[in-house]
């Protein structure tokens, strides 16, 4: 198979992350997320091996599900303390000339007027190497601390989701012309008024009447990932992505996610091909495969189970405190993440997980597979899972930071290119060029390139006005 394989690495500014206790191992750094060498050094190393781009995690809430209460969360360190993540990104940027950055947004909790003009910012400081993770969040604590009486309902989230982009996509793409800049000198004129344009948006959610505040950057909108795996989720990234984050636990889900949003973005008219699927991988790394095993093994005696439960608890919405360690799980409906409480059923079939194996499960790496072996092992079972699901590429979480990036970089990553899967130079050109666009900007039949005509649109009201 020569099929090229993808990789973005998956942090967020935080400790632990998907792998609850293991800030406790000695080699582990990730309690240095606060010191802007941990993300240098990150993002130079991923350079390195070539990597799409550094897939940077949030949450705006904190995990208090199980036991009522956030004391475990803040025991275990699990996603919290979190810091903002925007921030990171333009130092990294000016010491790469590569790599691209995923931000994890929601909009439940950011008016699409400011929040456009902070992601237009980013991409100008980065020359167009930022991507939008699209999320509408799921923390119950999030929409309580931000003023609102409780999370929106799942489905009219999605509602919100869709005229939130409507007015990016007005603000990004309609409200200035290509050749609205033009800093004439001489005549003393830095934008031609004309060619900039109110976007005159009135909704059910959202009135923005103005023009958007900044200029053209290089992509205008970002790189749209999106990651939810609802069936409403899947039909809103058919739409929408451009990217994909998904974190089966198996080839069968993977392979069936993979498909329905590839049918969806078909019924709407766009190439299922150009939407790139990441699937979230553990990968645990040795020049053997008994190398690998102690490592694991190792790594293994720091997992928090009671952490585990805690992230368990918030993606689900279900206090699992409730339970004893061997009871086993039945499906319930959550407002929170829906298909979190699918995933562990859909392992296999005919097994009947425990509380205390699905904290087992998730204490390295999350809800993602993780695959322990040497470099050669690791490679074969990325090319089947390519092979048998049709995933474009992983997102590498970490057990332990940066050990596990530095892992797969100096050993999965010359392995992968030797097999020749891996690329061996960056694409040139901004984020979205450099995954396979065909320009910096989003092209039809997208729906972002439908509100490119607001200046003729604005001329003709000034008319009948």
């Known amino acids: 198979m020569t099929r090229e394989i993808r990789l973005n690495a998956f942090d967020m500014n935080c400790v632990g992350h998907q792998s609850p206790g293991l800030w406790r191992h000695p080699r582990d750094k990730s309690w240095t997320y606060k010191d802007l060498d941990y993300w240098v050094h990150l993002a130079k190393t991923l350079e390195r091996g070539k990597f799409d781009g550094l897939f940077i995690a949030d949450v705006l809430g904190v995990y208090d599900v199980l036991n009522g209460n956030v004391d475990a969360a803040l025991r275990h360190s699990a996603q919290v303390p979190v810091n903002d993540p925007l921030q ?73 989701a869709e005229e939130y982009l409507e007015v990016c996509y007005k603000l990004w793409e309609g409200s200035w012309e290509d050749d609205a800049v033009i800093r004439d000198r001489e005549k003393g004129i830095f934008t031609r008024p004309e060619k900039v344009h109110p976007i005159r948006h009135s909704g059910t959610h959202f009135n923005v009447p103005g023009i958007h505040l900044s200029e053209p950057s ?46 969806a973005a078909e019924r709407v008219g766009r190439n299922p091909r150009e939407i790139l699927s990441f699937n979230l991988q553990t990968v645990i790394l040795g020049e053997t495969d008994a190398e690998a095993q102690r490592k694991f093994n190792e790594y293994r005696q720091y997992v928090s189970l009671e952490g585990a439960q805690t992230l368990i608890s918030g993606w689900t919405g279900i206090d699992f405190g409730q339970f004893s360690p061997d009871e086993v799980l039945r499906h319930r409906y959550t407002n929170a993440v829906q298909s979190a409480v699918e995933t562990f059923t859909t392992i296999d079939p005919d097994k009947e997980w425990t509380v205390r194996e699905m904290a087992d499960w998730v204490g390295i790496g999350g809800f993602g597979p993780v695959f322990v072996g040497s470099p050669q092992t690791v490679a074969d079972l990325m090319q089947e899972w390519i092979e048998d699901t049709d995933v474009d590429g992983f997102n590498l979480a970490y057990a332990v930071t940066p050990e596990s990036f530095e892992d797969a970089v100096d050993l999965l990553v010359p392995e992968l290119q030797k097999r020749g899967v891996y690329k061996t130079e960056y694409r040139t050109g901004t984020l979205r060029e450099k995954l396979g666009g065909s320009g910096p900007r989003l092209a039809a039949p997208h729906p972002a390139s439908g509100y490119r005509n607001l200046g003729e649109t604005t001329s003709a009201s000034r008319r009948v006005g």
């Open 88 to 160: 990171l990104i333009p130092t990294m940027a000016y010491e790469t000339e590569h790599l691209g950055f995923g931000l994890t947004a929601s909009l439940s909790f950011e008016h699409p007027y400011t929040f456009a003009r902070r992601i237009s910012t980013l991409d100008h400081l980065t020359k167009g190497r930022v991507g939008w993770n699209i999320v509408t969040s799921y923390l119950n604590s999030g929409a309580l601390n931000i003023g609102q009486t409780g999370q929106t309902q799942h489905d009219d989230r999605y509602a919100l």
């Open 218 to 263: 290089p992509q205008r909108t970002p790189v749209l990932y999106q990651a939810g795996a609802s069936s409403r989720g899947k039909d809103f990234a058919g739409a929408h992505a451009e990217c994909i984050f998904v974190a089966a636990p198996s080839k069968a889900v993977l392979k069936r996610y993979v498909a329905n949003v590839r049918e």
